[in-house]
């Protein structure tokens, strides 16, 4: 095949008053289809942005023997797909935005196929729609993604704004429609997608509520009907073709007009397109009839063009591609910089340069010359500057570097020249240039590459399968790895997963090599992929690769590899996880084989526990029995037994809690069980008969409330039965019987035998209850190291000190001096200070 | 607002009025597998409700499973996390406040605070750069370890280039070190928390001391609402005074007061209009500082009449001949004394633990007697408790194995003789002797370096390791001579703040060369550790 051929033709035409755009036809391609009859009687849609064309021939043939054919083109006409249309009658064709083929049928549905002619899904329109059958459609896109608009056969409209998320809505009526509309559109404006629609001279905006009349402002008298319109490729402008063949362009919101111009050509055109570059001051449309083309612009003249084949518009961001049986172009507003430098007898300083460079080429003084007079007006890197913009929008290589090596030549005269824009458009052209090759054919111009972003085109050359291409563009324009090459290798092993002719070890082994390297690979979406094949193995092949367990587990359970995903999920430490497996098997195996499967998993068993604490206490008890775990047996059984109101049940749990406490041989736990048994039956029995509330108490709460109400036998007995021991008894005594102040009762008992404890506690004890009196009785029985603290605290300095001095005792004495008030005990003081002298000598 | 209220899982099912998030006015504070009621509201025609779930720190699957489960999942209009890991509490402490994270992990085997710590760790190392160095004792350091490298696999390519901020991180188990946060704290600040207790950087006091000292105002009445009082280093005196050992605070307050007066005296010395000037221009501050002196002196008055009284005196006794090794092997006449008058039970098992700790196990008829005394005297109910202290290591019998606490006690010199409390020289200061272990391991980490304790490291529970991380070439730190070391420390189970205080205190110590930054799964003392570890049946009646 040939590769593309290149030529430009420059029309000008001046008029008196008004500068007409200069526009130019760049030739893209040479088609490399083969089509017998050209674009005739064919549905051909082609997606902006330099993207695939897709063809129907023959669509309204209904007959099964004569199938339409659906073929699907790259821009440069070479073959990508090609298959026979089975489905219902089609109604128009379309892309997404991620190069998705859309086919509307009459009934309304709509066939979703990749650009390699794969079928992906389907989805309809709606009852109404598949009832009153499709009239017309147009396929659109906003802000939200790719929508399709429906006039239905009851001359109502349906729109979906966003086909991966399909909301529809039923527009209002027209009023006063009789048939087909003479023409509409989509618009999108106030973030929400409108249809405008002509009824004769009437003009309509529907939105979701309302069917709003409007004019257009200066729409000349001579109309009696709009006939055609077109939305520019950013919804910010609108063009209406008359009846009287005159074009009235203006903003969409229809409250200023721009220009108007007429065609002098009154039939119906066959399509028309905005033309029109971001920012270019003045408005320009394209309108086509059967092999003629008119450019309209500012300017009363137009300019235009032959056609000699069958050919349909593609409007583009920055101009307006036409497709014909045999060739691909682009016609475009000449772009500022361009204009500028290649304007016959320019004296810009963009074109002084390129004159520059051509004379030092030739080894010729004149480029001083040149170079000097930019230099004079202090215009060089304005120069630089618009040579390199210039060759951004040259398509052919050969000017492009002429431009850049004259803006490279104007760098060397010109300290602090900021590098950044030269080197970034280098480096855009190469990638450029090498997406528009013949082979590829997505014919970008640099505004749309920019508008588009590197990131979008490297999907789009995934989507085409150009992985090697598309790693080269990352590796070149240093694409961080993670949304760069290793999304490339992704896209690359996904398909790889899918060839069905390869064994999954040679698979798993050539993605494993190929990917080991890359960082950020997400190896869990490729095993999906894999899944979905019918590759189970290959996709558990694959997940060995993937190192984020959390990733593994819900393909995995998927996948109904559960001990796996379970061992996974304990692996990556995120107990949710863990638990959304434990769950699961819960749910998906008997009741043994769970248990089991746990067994072998302490962490998910402890984790599942948990759970059942509080949960499933019955699962609780099974599990522990599984495991003979007798202590925790008894310590759910303790539990239990306080959940029981009535005290035998209590009491029955407590010896079932005895008996497993016995099993795993912890006789103190079994013991102090059994006595915790002992005293509810002692307390209720007590209960009973006086009448005192004691079920619950502790042992020493019993013994202090039976103590409190003089029932001394019955705590006698509860410390022998119990073997309380001594100590705290009479602590427990002690403190009662100074609360209840029965001081009798407690100098009896005092006396009953020698007090293990010291009588020290009762000296303070006493004072504490503010008895000095029998405080005092105490002080003689305290041994002979406590006598200070217990002479102290009864307040008794004199016999204080007489103890502190026999004991020759240094720190006890200082503790009596510290007391010692200097007014009162000044005789006792200096006593002590001499005793101490001694002691220290000692 | 009407909460739907929920023990466990989500406390609170907030109502908004409009449709802002920030309506949402209490979210949940930690989400387990508890979802326990769910009260459903009568429909309101006239005012429509929108339920909205924040999970904090985490999503999670198995509280949304449930609540489908329960049929309500689709009542929320929003259903969103907020990863709420490290929450930072000073210049140098972070913590995740996970309550219950010592009693998860030892306990119930339930390791997901550790989960939520190493990807808390993520963070912060995609903040601040990849730490080289990770060193770690004990289980769950080891665990967390683990997770970390793991984790910087899966996000293989995605770092962040940043010049690393920590040299080192030290991960340590609370179980390698029981002995700490038992004893009393000394230090102003562990003070103030053993008594009052500190949660979330505000400690609620007995108004009494601080009630407005001005006459003339007619106003008798004595606050009865409890002062509440920020406690952070953004306050000058409280950042000078919070680490000392309590002795050294009524030195600094007096000097601190002296200070004050002689700049409010200042006053009479300024002539010119400048000067009176300058003077004013620094009064707020003087005003702030006077009144933040007033407070910290009440604080410290109330404080001193608990640490004057005889109780707090013996009590503290008989920690610290526990801590040197007296008498560790027989039932302690001070506890059984305590046990007879049924002082609060928490004081006892602190102790019990204490002494247990301090022998490496008690003999068992020492330890049967002590369960014996507590379940006759505070209600069999706590026989629970006991087996939780029991199961965790705070309590346990003596086994064959010889005692190993002195050896570990003289390696890693716990004890000091005669610390010095008003100019401390080493961090025993913080337990006025004790040098607390934890602070020891990491003290011996930065120098000489863990060979030279290998023998105790190996008495000590769990594995000690040392994993170092891959920096990208060009981010290593070229250390400037004089330039400080940064270690992080992470307290897996809690921290105490005497260790804090002890940490902080090795940052200042001259040459020392290394800087500490402090993180932990909860701030704890003795009482609110123990506490997490207590079982209570009853609490569980409907």
């Known amino acids: 095949m040939t590769p593309a051929l290149s030529k430009s033709e420059r029309i000008v035409s001046r008029t008196n008053d008004y500068t007409c755009n200069e526009m130019r036809k760049i030739e893209l391609y040479e088609m490399g289809w083969n089509l017998k009859d050209g674009l005739r009687e064919c549905l051909v849609a082609a997606a902006p942005y330099g993207g695939p064309i897709s063809l129907l021939k023959g669509h309204n043939r209904r007959s099964p023997s004569a199938r339409p054919q659906l073929e699907i083109y790259s821009s440069s006409g070479l073959p990508l797909a090609s298959f026979p249309w089975k489905s219902g009658v089609v109604k128009q064709l379309g892309w997404t935005v991620s190069d998705d083929l859309l086919c509307v049928q009459e009934d309304g549905t709509v066939l979703v196929y990749d650009l390699l002619g794969g079928f992906k899904r389907h989805f309809s329109m709606g009852n109404e729609v598949s009832q009153s059958q499709v009239l017309e459609t147009k396929i659109f896109h906003s802000p939200y993604g790719t929508g399709v608009a429906i006039l239905t056969g009851a001359l109502r409209f349906t729109l979906a704004t966003n086909i991966d998320d399909i909301k529809l809505r039923r527009l209002p009526e027209v009023p006063g429609l009789q048939g087909a509309p003479s023409c509409w559109a989509v618009l999108t404006q106030d973030r929400q997608s409108k249809v405008l629609v002509a009824n004769g001279s009437h003009l309509f905006i529907l939105d979701n509520t309302a069917c709003t009349p409007v004019t257009p402002p200066g729409l000349s008298p001579q109309a009696s009907s709009i006939v055609h319109m077109c939305v520019s ?120 340069l390129l004159e520059a460079h051509k004379e030092y080429e030739k080894e010729s003084q004149k480029a001083d010359e040149y170079l000097r007079e930019i230099k004079e007006q202090s215009l060089l890197s304005e120069a ?57 054919g997505i014919p970008l111009t640099h505004t749309q590459f920019k508008q588009m972003t590197v990131q979008v085109l490297i999907d789009r050359l995934v989507y085409r399968k150009l992985y090697p291409l598309a790693i080269e563009i990352c590796r070149y324009l240093k694409t961080p790895e993670y949304q760069g090459v290793s999304r490339v290798l992704k896209h690359w092993a996904c398909y790889k997963v ?240 100074a609360e209840k102040e029965d001081w009798e009762e407690l100098e009896k008992f005092g006396k009953s035998k020698k007090s293990p404890i010291g009588y020290l506690p009762f000296v303070e004890v006493c004072i504490k209850h503010h008895n000095k009196y029998e405080a005092k009785k105490y002080v003689s029985k305290v041994t002979p190291e406590q006598k200070v603290k217990a002479h102290l605290a009864v307040g008794d300095m004199e016999g204080a000190a007489e103890a502190a001095i026999e004991r020759r005792n240094e720190s006890e004495i200082s503790t009596v001096l510290s007391r010692c008030s200097a007014t009162t005990d000044h005789l006792l003081m200096e006593r002590l200070n001499r005793a101490k002298a001694t002691a220290v000598k000692k | 607002a009407r909460t739907v ?142 997770m970390m490298l793991r984790m910087k696999r899966e996000f293989a390519g995605s770092q962040t280039q940043i010049l690393p901020v920590f040299d080192t991180l030290l991960l340590l188990d609370r179980n390698v070190d029981l002995l700490t946060p038992l004893a009393t704290q000394l230090t102003y600040e562990g003070l103030i928390d053993e008594i009052f207790g500190i949660t979330n950087g505000y400690v609620k006091l007995p108004p009494e001391k601080f009630a407005q000292k001005k006459q003339g105002e007619g106003g008798k009445e004595l606050p009865t609402e409890p002062k509440k009082l920020q406690l952070n280093s953004a306050e000058e005196l409280y950042a000078e005074i919070r680490d000392k050992n309590f002795n050294a605070v009524g030195a600094a307050l007096s000097k601190k007061a002296k200070i004050i007066s002689a700049a409010f005296e200042e006053r009479h010395n300024a002539k010119t209009v400048g000067e009176i000037k300058q003077f004013v221009s620094q009064l707020p501050h003087m005003q702030a500082a006077r009144s933040s002196l007033a407070n910290h002196t009440s604080i410290a008055e109330l404080i001193k009449d608990i640490t004057t009284s005889e109780d707090f005196f013996d009590s503290l006794t008989v920690e610290q001949e526990f801590m040197t090794g007296v008498d560790t092997d027989k039932v302690s006449t001070y506890i059984e004394d305590c046990i007879a008058q049924k002082d609060p039970l928490i004081k006892i098992l602190r102790l019990v633990c204490m002494q247990s700790v301090c022998n490496n196990g008690l003999k068992q008829k020492v330890l049967d007697y002590y369960k014996k005394e507590i379940l006759q005297t505070y209600g069999y109910k706590h026989i629970l408790t006991l087996k939780n202290l029991e199961r965790v290591g705070l309590l346990k019998p003596q086994s064959t194995m010889r005692n190993n606490y002195p050896t570990i006690r003289k390696t890693l010199k716990l004890w ?62 070229k250390r400037q001579p004089g330039e400080n070391r940064t270690i992080l420390v992470f307290f897996l189970g809690g921290v105490t703040y005497a260790e804090i205080a002890a940490l902080r205190f090795l940052s200042n110590m001259e040459d020392s060369g290394t800087e500490y930054i402090i993180a932990a799964t909860k701030l704890i003392n003795g009482t609110s550790w123990i506490k997490s570890l207590m079982d209570s049946p009853e609490e569980n009646l409907p």
């Open chain 1, 384 to 440: 630089v500057r618009q040579c390199v913009e210039a060759a951004g929008h040259e398509h052919e290589p050969e000017t492009q570097k002429t431009l850049l090596r004259a803006a490279s030549f104007g760098k060397c005269f010109l300290s602090n020249f900021p590098p950044e824009q030269f080197v970034s458009m280098c480096r855009d052209l190469r990638v450029l240039n090498a997406v528009r090759d013949y082979t590829v």
């Open chain 1, 233 to 352: 490729f950013s919804y910010k402008y609108l063009a209406l073709l008359t009846d009287s063949g005159h074009v009235w362009m203006g903003t969409s919101n229809l409250k200023e007009k721009l220009s108007e111009v007429d065609t002098k050509i009154k039939t119906p055109p066959k399509q028309m397109a905005w033309c029109r570059r971001p920012k270019s001051q003045q408005p320009s449309a394209v309108v086509m009839w059967d092999g003629l083309l008119i450019v309209v612009g500012e300017c009363k003249e137009t300019i235009q063009y032959h056609l000699d084949d069958d050919s349909i518009l593609v409007p583009e961001l920055d101009g307006v591609r036409i497709i014909s049986g045999t060739h691909h172009e682009l016609l475009q507003e000449v772009p500022g910089a361009c204009e500028e430098i290649f304007k016959i007898a320019s004296m810009a300083p963009g074109a002084l």
């Open chain 1, 498 to 737: 899918q060839q069905k002719e390869e064994s999954d070890e040679v698979i798993a082994k050539a993605v494993s090599v190929k990917l080991a390297d890359a960082a950020g690979i997400f190896y869990s979406e490729i095993a999906t992929k894999a899944y979905e094949s019918g590759r189970t193995e290959l996709a558990i092949k694959l997940l060995e690769f993937e190192p984020r367990s959390g990733e593994q587990v819900p393909l995995l359970l998927k996948m109904k590899k559960s001990p796996l995903a379970l061992s996974k999920a304990i692996e990556s430490g995120d107990t949710d996880l863990v638990y959304t497996v434990v769950m699961y098997l819960k749910n998906e195996l008997n009741r043994g084989d769970f248990f089991m499967m746990l067994r072998n998993q302490p962490v998910a068993l402890s984790l599942y526990k948990q759970f059942c604490k509080h949960q499933e206490q019955d699962t609780l008890k099974d599990l522990f029995n599984q495991d003979d775990d007798h202590e925790e047996l008894g310590n759910l059984y303790v539990k239990a037994s306080y959940k029981e109101q009535r005290l035998e049940a209590r009491i029955a749990l407590l010896q079932s809690a005895v008996d497993e406490y016995y099993k795993a041989k912890n006789e103190f736990s079994a013991k102090t069980t059994e006595d915790e048994m002992r005293l509810l039956r002692f307390q209720r029995k007590l209960e009973e008969e006086k009448g005192e509330l004691l079920v619950g108490f502790s042992l020493h709460d019993t013994m202090t409330t039976l103590l409190s109400v003089g029932l001394h036998k019955h705590a006698e007995q509860l410390y022998k039965d119990f073997r309380v021991p001594d100590k705290r008894f009479w602590w427990l005594k002690l403190k009662s019987l």
């Open chain 2, 416 to 477: 000091m003789e005669d610390a010095n409390e008003q100019n401390p020289n080493d961090i025993s200061y913080v337990y006025s002797g004790y040098a607390p272990l934890s602070v020891r391991l990491t003290q011996v980490l930065a120098r000489p370096g863990w060979r030279s304790i290998e023998e105790v490291l190996k008495m000590l529970p769990g594995p000690h390791f040392e994993e170092r991380q891959q920096v990208p070439t060009g981010l290593h730190k």
């Open chain 2, 5 to 146: 209220r929920e023990p466990g899982a989500f406390r609170h099912l907030t109502r908004r009025s409009s449709s802002r998030l920030k309506e949402l006015r209490r979210i949940t504070k930690r989400c387990s597998v508890r979802i326990e009621c769910i009260v459903s509201l009568p429909e309101d025609k006239l005012q429509p409700r929108d339920f909205h779930i924040l999970f904090v720190p985490r999503r999670s699957l198995l509280c949304e499973q449930r609540l489908k489960e329960k049929g309500v999942l689709n009542s929320f209009t929003n259903i969103d996390e907020y990863i709420l890991d490290l929450i930072p509490y000073d210049g140098d402490l972070l913590s995740m406040e996970s309550e219950s994270s010592f009693r998860e992990c030892y306990l119930e085997n339930d390791q997901t605070s550790l989960y939520h710590a190493a990807k808390g760790l993520m963070t912060l190392q995609a903040l601040y750069g990849t730490i080289p160095q990770i060193f770690g004792k004990g289980e769950c350091a080891r665990h967390v370890a683990n």
